[in-house]
């Protein structure tokens, strides 16, 4: 072999290694980071980026709270329906604080993952959340309000049993989309509560909510709760006393109108700079934050420091890819961070949070603060939103629908 074919020979085998290196660095530039790729010496964590050997020290519950999350009951007990779904009108993505639409009669899933954009012009130093929250004994139900909902007493003749009453109550706890209740006066108490087996009971009433996400009480709705309220009254031997329907009807148009404009939720995305990211690797990172997994696929929440109380925060991601065979081969180029604003007490600093979380894990995940569109989110803009939400929460106030509040959560569900 000559001299010029060996060179040649030479030098195709280093090109042809230098191809094989270099799609290989492309391969693994392109692959999502996985949970292990910060935190190598994490001997117990799975694909969700968990560590189920070492609970931590400060929060011996962890293991069992983390696979729980807080969420909010049924308004008035125990339902063999659904809740019901947000319109398909809810909030999209602007720069501004997102209001739901006008309520629509009948109740649509929502189209939008992503609500609208991020936080407060302020940012104090991250307020520590423990798991500890998320397995408390939850708070007791809000009952029947004048303020929401359409009360009539029902008058008894004589002293009932709770199980009599128990056995009465109609099987659904609905009037058309609105939560029906029954509520007796406790003797030890002294307060309306849900009818309880063993207790008995001189005093009812029932009402039904005046307006939800899905509309106010119309005419139909307001005819089928008299005949239901009716109907136990019948089985117990209770007289009633209806108010008017008119003026019933005319004060939830009012409620839901005032709702409908003060309806507010935020968002905002985050989307991968370079490398992608697996569900473990985004798992990880919120967990850092006091994020525990969702009762669903691909979402985590942030407990609040009250038990009972709805979630600060959601974060949610491609739940396909958390389902995946392999959740580290999946790559997400983008996850969710929103709040539902209506929701969370002004005392969480809500907002405050949500900016901090989403510039941590932006720094960390080498990520981008963005809304729907793509467009980044500027540091006036999520001042200005702000602002809007102090506003927002001074109206909630001044209507003692205080965000958070039993009152607020039932009517904003």
Request: net charge negative.
């Amino acid at each position: 072999m000559s001299t010029l074919q060996l060179s040649l020979a030479i030098f195709g085998g280093l090109v042809l290694a230098g191809v094989i290196v270099y799609n290989a660095w492309i391969t693994r530039q392109s692959a999502p980071r996985t949970a292990k790729e910060r935190m190598p010496s994490d001997a117990g964590t799975d694909a969700t980026g968990f560590d189920h050997t070492h609970p931590r020290s400060e929060d011996p519950g962890s293991q069992v709270a983390e696979r729980i999350e807080p969420v909010l009951g049924e308004a008035f007990g125990a339902d063999d329906t659904a809740p019901t779904p947000l319109s398909e009108n809810a909030p999209t993505s602007v720069p501004t604080i997102s209001k739901a639409a006008p309520r629509s009669p009948q109740p649509s899933e929502s189209t939008s993952t992503s609500p609208q954009v991020p936080g407060p012009p302020r940012v104090p130093s991250m307020v520590p959340v423990t798991l500890n929250n998320v397995i408390a004994s939850p708070e007791k139900r809000p009952g029947l309000d004048a303020l929401i909902d359409v009360i009539t007493p029902l008058n008894l003749d004589n002293v009932v049993s709770g199980d009599a009453v128990m056995a009465a109550l109609p099987s659904t706890r609905r009037v058309g989309s609105k939560p029906f209740a029954v509520e007796g006066l406790s003797d030890i108490t002294g307060e309306w509560e849900s009818p309880r087996a063993g207790q008995r009971y001189h005093t009812l009433q029932a009402g039904v909510q005046l307006a939800n996400r899905a509309g106010a009480l119309n005419d139909i709705e307001f005819s089928e709760f008299v005949g239901k309220a009716q109907a136990f009254a019948d089985a117990v031997g209770a007289g009633t006393d209806f108010p008017d329907m008119r003026g019933e009807v005319a004060r939830g148009r009012e409620l839901d109108a005032f709702a409908s404009g003060h309806d507010a939720q935020l968002g905002f995305t985050l989307r991968a700079r370079r490398s992608a990211w697996s569900p473990g690797y985004v798992a990880q990172h919120a967990a850092q934050l006091g994020f525990v997994p969702g009762v669903l696929p691909g979402r985590m929440v942030l407990p609040g420091s009250v038990a009972g109380q709805a979630p600060i925060l959601s974060l949610s991601f491609d739940a396909q890819a958390a389902m995946a065979e392999d959740p580290e081969q999946s790559a997400l180029r983008e996850i969710n961070l929103s709040l539902e604003v209506t929701h969370v007490p002004r005392s969480e600093q809500p907002f405050v949070r949500m900016r901090q979380v989403a510039q941590t894990l932006a720094e960390t995940m080498d990520g981008a603060i963005t809304d729907d569109a793509g467009q980044p989110l500027s540091t006036d803009t999520m001042d200005r939103i702000g602002s809007d939400l102090e506003s927002l929460y001074d109206a909630l106030d001044s209507h003692d629908l205080s965000a958070g509040s039993p009152q607020a959560r039932r009517l904003f569900s």
